[in-house]
């Protein structure tokens, strides 16, 4: 990425524009380290970046507002230390985890499902309808 900056913002060569706000980057070789300390390999996505926003090649979008996230390679790692893999985003039920069919396990210590009818409703207290598996990110909830 071939960064342009306007005054608090960095343009990157996909046209999107990033808000550096609360995000300074500073560029280590092919990687982007945001004031949070975290860094993010370029390499191996192709994100693009809305607002507080990063969109990744899967089309999904995570609020990084609402999630501190780690890139770890393929892996993107939340603020709860539970590994989530990028690649898919096919999940499986067993028990209080969410498989996704990379076979990375997520623990869902953190949000306790209770099931009401054809919906699952998480200790953050929002609802989520479980309508199909192929989670959607919005805000700071997942849409199955």
């Known amino acids: 990425y071939t960064p342009t900056y306007i ?17 300074t980057p500073t560029y280590v070789h092919n990687r982007v ?3 949070t300390g975290k860094l ?13 926003r ?13 999630y501190t996230p780690t890139y770890i390679h393929n892996r993107v790692r939340f603020n709860t230390g539970k590994l989530l893999l ?10 209080n985890r969410v498989r996704f069919n990379t076979g990375k396990l997520l623990l869902i210590k ?3 499902p209770t ?3 054809n919906r699952v409703r998480f200790n953050t207290g929002k609802l989520l309808l479980i309508k199909d598996y192929t ?4 805000h700071n909830r997942v849409r199955f």
Request: aromatic share 16%; glycine share 4%.
């Open 7 to 23: 005054h608090n913002r960095v343009r990157f060569n996909t046209g999107k524009l990033l808000l550096i706000k609360d995000y």
């Open 33 to 35: 380290r945001f004031n």
């Open 40 to 52: 993010l390999l370029i390499k191996d996505y192709i994100p693009m970046y809305v607002h507080n």
């Open 54 to 66: 990063v969109r990744f090649n899967t089309g999904k979008l995570l609020l990084i507002k609402d």
């Open 86 to 95: 990028i690649k898919d985003y096919t999940p499986t039920y067993i028990h």
């Open 110 to 112: 953190d949000y306790t």
């Open 115 to 117: 099931y009401i009818h």
């Open 135 to 138: 989670p959607t990110y919005i």
